[in-house]
C-alpha cells in the first residue's frame, strides 16, 4: 500500500489514545483526516481544536461525498462493532480498511523503528524514549498510547529518519511491526478474552522478541527472552543503583555494561518508573545518544496524563490519577505513593476496566485494592464488551480485604472525596473516570 496516494484518512474511533496520534501524524503530513467516535471526550475536543473533523453519530451520511475508494484510507479500532454502519459501508465497497497497527507498520517499515512492548510501562517508556531522542536532535516521530506533559500530544516530533512505537500486544497487533530494536517491559497474562491463556500471551511475546536480533533487544531482568537485561539493585546489565530521593526527584547511577553513568535524576514516582527509564536510556545509547543529552532528557521529562499525574500536590492534600487497570499496575501505583507519603492515609477509587479482565484477575485486583486505607469502587467499565452474568463490582468488592470499603456511584464518589478526611486521594482506571478528574480537582480544592 502507498500512502502517497492517499488523500484522504478516515477513522472509526477517532478518540482512542493510539488512534488520535495517527490522526494528528496524518493531518500534520497533509491528509484530509475526518473521523467517527462514540462520545465527545478530552481528546476529541483536542483533535476538533487543531481543525480534524469528527462526528458522534454512526450515520454513512457523514461520510464526506469526496472520500473514494482510490484515494481514502480507512482506520478502525477493535472495539468497534460489527454491526457498526459506517465500517460495513467501508467493508462493502471494498475500501481500504486497516487496523492501527496494520499502519504503523506501513508508516514505519521503511524507518529505523523502537518498538516498546510489554503488558505493562509501554506508554510511560516510549515516551521517556521518543522524549529523550526528540531532545538529543534525533530526526524522529514517536507514536505514543498517552498525552506527554513536556507536549501535551501524544505524538512527539516529525521526522522521517526515526520512529518510536508502542508494540501493543492486544490480538497480536504487535506482530506487525518492523523493528529495528525492542524492548519488552513485562510479560503479565492480559487480554485472556483474546488470548485464552498466559502460554499464549508469552508465545506471542516471544513472536515478537524474535523479530530482532539479541544484541538489539532490551528486556527487564527475569523475563524468558535472551537479550541485555535491565533492572533495580540488581546483577542486570543495565542497572540502577545507590538510589536515593532528592528533592522530589530519584538520583542514582546505572551500571551499564562498559560504564558507571552518575548522578542521573528522574522525576516520576515508583521503581517501575526507574525501569522504565532504564530502557529508554539503554535503547538511546544504543543509537549513539550522549550520557549528557540522556541526561538532560530524563531530568526534563515531566510524565504522561493519567500515569500517576500529579492533580493537586500540596503539603496538605494531595490528588493523584493514574491509568492502571492490572493488578500489577496497582500494586506500582501503591508501592510509589507510599514511598511518598509513608504516614499519609491513602484513599483509592477504582473503575475496573472490562467484565472480561475483572473475572479473570478479580483475586489479584482484590489483594492489590485492599493495600489502601480506604477504597471506592465503581461498576465496571464495558468498553468493547457485553456484561457477563455475576461478574460486576459487588462480587469484587465482597472480595477486597478492607473494612473501609465502599461501592460508588460517579455522582457518590465525589461526595465520598468531599468529605472524606484523607491526605492523599487517589483515581485508577482506564475507563471514563478520567472524565471526572476536573470535577475531583475543583471539589477538593473547595474542600481544602
Given at each position: 500500500?502507498?500512502?502517497?496516494?492517499?488523500?484522504?484518512?478516515?477513522?472509526?474511533?477517532?478518540?482512542?489514545?493510539?488512534?488520535?496520534?495517527?490522526?494528528?501524524?496524518?493531518?500534520?503530513?497533509?491528509?484530509?483526516?475526518?473521523?467517527?467516535?462514540?462520545?465527545?471526550?478530552?481528546?476529541?475536543?483536542?483533535?476538533?481544536?487543531?481543525?480534524?473533523?469528527?462526528?458522534?453519530?454512526?450515520?454513512?451520511?457523514?461520510?464526506?461525498e469526496d472520500f473514494y475508494v482510490e484515494n481514502t484510507l480507512v482506520i478502525v479500532t477493535p472495539a468497534v462493532p460489527v454491526t457498526h454502519s459506517e465500517w460495513?459501508?467501508?467493508?462493502?465497497?471494498?475500501?481500504?480498511?486497516?487496523?492501527?497497527?496494520?499502519?504503523?507498520?506501513?508508516?514505519?517499515?521503511?524507518?529505523?523503528?523502537?518498538?516498546?512492548?510489554?503488558?505493562?510501562?509501554?506508554?510511560?517508556?516510549?515516551?521517556?524514549l521518543g522524549h529523550v531522542l526528540f531532545e538529543s536532535g534525533v530526526d524522529v516521530t514517536a507514536f505514543l498510547g498517552g498525552i506527554v506533559e513536556n507536549y501535551?500530544?501524544?505524538?512527539?516530533?516529525?521526522?522521517?529518519?526515526?520512529?518510536?512505537?508502542?508494540?501493543?500486544?492486544?490480538?497480536?497487533?504487535?506482530?506487525?511491526?518492523?523493528?529495528?530494536?525492542?524492548?519488552?517491559?513485562?510479560?503479565?497474562?492480559?487480554?485472556?478474552?483474546?488470548?485464552?491463556?498466559?502460554?499464549?500471551?508469552?508465545?506471542?511475546?516471544?513472536?515478537?522478541?524474535?523479530?530482532?536480533?539479541?544484541?538489539?533487544?532490551?528486556?527487564?531482568?527475569?523475563?524468558?527472552?535472551?537479550?541485555?537485561?535491565?533492572?533495580?539493585?540488581?546483577?542486570?546489565?543495565?542497572?540502577?543503583?545507590?538510589?536515593?530521593i532528592e528533592n522530589g526527584f530519584y538520583v542514582f547511577d546505572v551500571k551499564t555494561p562498559s560504564e558507571l553513568i552518575e548522578n542521573v535524576q528522574f522525576g516520576?514516582?515508583?521503581?517501575?518508573?526507574?525501569?522504565?527509564?532504564?530502557?529508554?536510556?539503554?535503547?538511546?545509547?544504543?543509537?549513539?545518544?550522549?550520557?549528557?543529552?540522556?541526561?538532560?532528557?530524563?531530568?526534563?521529562?515531566?510524565?504522561?496524563?493519567?500515569?500517576?499525574?500529579?492533580?493537586?500536590?500540596?503539603?496538605?492534600?494531595?490528588?493523584?490519577?493514574?491509568?492502571?487497570?492490572?493488578?500489577?499496575?496497582?500494586?506500582?501505583?501503591?508501592?510509589?505513593?507510599?514511598?511518598?507519603?509513608?504516614?499519609?492515609?491513602?484513599?483509592?477509587?477504582?473503575?475496573?476496566?472490562?467484565?472480561?479482565?475483572?473475572?479473570?484477575?478479580?483475586?489479584?485486583?482484590?489483594?492489590?485494592?485492599?493495600?489502601?486505607?480506604?477504597?471506592?469502587?465503581?461498576?465496571?467499565?464495558?468498553?468493547?464488551?457485553?456484561?457477563?452474568?455475576?461478574?460486576?463490582?459487588?462480587?469484587?468488592?465482597?472480595?477486597?480485604?478492607?473494612?473501609?470499603?465502599?461501592?460508588?456511584?460517579?455522582?457518590?464518589?465525589?461526595?465520598?472525596?468531599?468529605?472524606?478526611?484523607?491526605?492523599?486521594?487517589?483515581?485508577?482506571?482506564?475507563?471514563?473516570?478520567?472524565?471526572?478528574?476536573?470535577?475531583?480537582?475543583?471539589?477538593?480544592?473547595?474542600?481544602?
Amino acid at each position: 500500500m502507498n500512502l502517497n496516494q492517499i488523500h484522504n484518512v478516515y477513522f472509526i474511533g477517532i478518540g482512542g489514545i493510539g488512534m488520535s496520534a495517527l490522526a494528528r501524524y496524518f493531518q500534520f503530513i497533509g491528509k484530509k483526516v475526518v473521523g467517527y467516535d462514540k462520545t465527545p471526550t478530552q481528546l476529541t475536543d483536542e483533535l476538533q481544536a487543531i481543525g480534524l473533523e469528527i462526528h458522534f453519530e454512526d450515520n454513512i451520511s457523514l461520510i464526506p461525498e469526496d472520500f473514494y475508494v482510490e484515494n481514502t484510507l480507512v482506520i478502525v479500532t477493535p472495539a468497534v462493532p460489527v454491526t457498526h454502519s459506517e465500517w460495513n459501508y467501508f467493508v462493502e465497497r471494498n475500501y481500504n480498511v486497516k487496523k492501527r497497527a496494520e499502519v504503523l507498520g506501513i508508516i514505519t517499515k521503511d524507518t529505523y523503528c523502537f518498538a516498546v512492548a510489554g503488558t505493562h510501562g509501554k506508554t510511560t517508556t516510549s515516551s521517556i524514549l521518543g522524549h529523550v531522542l526528540f531532545e538529543s536532535g534525533v530526526d524522529v516521530t514517536a507514536f505514543l498510547g498517552g498525552i506527554v506533559e513536556n507536549y501535551n500530544s501524544n505524538l512527539i516530533g516529525s521526522g522521517k529518519t526515526v520512529t518510536v512505537v508502542e508494540a501493543d500486544e492486544f490480538d497480536r497487533s504487535f506482530l506487525h511491526l518492523h523493528p529495528n530494536v525492542s524492548c519488552v517491559t513485562s510479560m503479565d497474562a492480559d487480554h485472556l478474552d483474546i488470548y485464552g491463556d498466559a502460554a499464549s500471551i508469552e508465545e506471542s511475546f516471544r513472536e515478537f522478541a524474535a523479530k530482532t536480533s539479541s544484541d538489539n533487544l532490551y528486556v527487564i531482568k527475569g523475563l524468558p527472552l535472551e537479550g541485555y537485561t535491565i533492572g533495580v539493585n540488581n546483577d542486570a546489565n543495565f542497572s540502577a543503583q545507590n538510589i536515593r530521593i532528592e528533592n522530589g526527584f530519584y538520583v542514582f547511577d546505572v551500571k551499564t555494561p562498559s560504564e558507571l553513568i552518575e548522578n542521573v535524576q528522574f522525576g516520576l514516582p515508583g521503581h517501575h518508573n526507574l525501569t522504565n527509564a532504564l530502557l529508554a536510556l539503554a535503547m538511546a545509547k544504543s543509537y549513539g545518544v550522549s550520557n549528557e543529552n540522556i541526561i538532560a532528557a530524563l531530568k526534563s521529562f515531566k510524565g504522561v496524563r493519567r500515569r500517576f499525574s500529579f492533580q493537586i500536590r500540596e503539603e496538605n492534600i494531595v490528588y493523584i490519577d493514574d491509568y492502571a487497570h492490572h493488578p500489577t499496575e496497582i500494586n506500582a501505583v501503591h508501592q510509589a505513593v507510599r514511598e511518598l507519603y509513608p504516614n499519609k492515609k491513602i484513599i483509592a477509587a477504582f473503575q475496573p476496566h472490562l467484565f472480561s479482565r475483572t473475572k479473570d484477575f478479580v483475586d489479584g485486583f482484590a489483594e492489590s485494592l485492599s493495600q489502601f486505607d480506604e477504597v471506592l469502587l465503581l461498576e465496571i467499565y464495558p468498553a468493547r464488551e457485553l456484561p457477563m452474568e455475576g461478574v460486576n463490582s459487588t462480587w469484587l468488592l465482597n472480595k477486597i480485604n478492607n473494612p473501609n470499603k465502599k461501592l460508588v456511584s460517579k455522582e457518590e464518589l465525589l461526595v465520598a472525596f468531599k468529605n472524606s478526611d484523607a491526605d492523599v486521594f487517589i483515581t485508577i482506571g482506564a475507563g471514563d473516570i478520567g472524565e471526572l478528574v476536573k470535577n475531583i480537582k475543583k471539589t477538593l480544592h473547595e474542600k481544602n
